[in-house]
């Protein structure tokens, strides 16, 4: 079957039993939502879902967009930064990754937009896996 977009949330249910049947690959760009001057307040995630778009379509995957409400790191003072703790960004991202293997999803392309995503997803990677194998 013809995949007509890499944009998971563009499909339907259907399709992505199709897709399932041939591959299981997602990527999964995780940012933040932050003060950034002049800038959107979504720059950072909209840089790692540009790069999970190119992947998805080099490897005729999918790619999960909309996952951007994360912890931001030291801009907390500006009030167009949405503010998540690191423990509730670990467990937010671990039940994503369960939920997405249980869907069969067993190749899992985790893409943080900067360093306080890298830290939190790095530990629920290494967690996940360990428990998944």
Known sequence: ??????CYTDLT??????????????IIPVGNCENHAGMPVDVEYRMAEGYARLIAEQVKGLFLPNVVYFNPGGTQ????TIHMS???SFRYTKELAYSLLNQGFRRQVWIPSHVPTSLFL???ITEFFDETK
């Open 122 to 124: 790095m530990a629920m």
């Open 86 to 88: 690191m423990t509730e």
């Open 13 to 26: 249910n259907w399709e992505i039993e199709q897709y399932l049947k041939e591959n299981d690959i997602i």
């Open 77 to 80: 003072s500006g009030r167009g």
């Open 1 to 6: 079957m013809k995949q007509r977009t890499c």
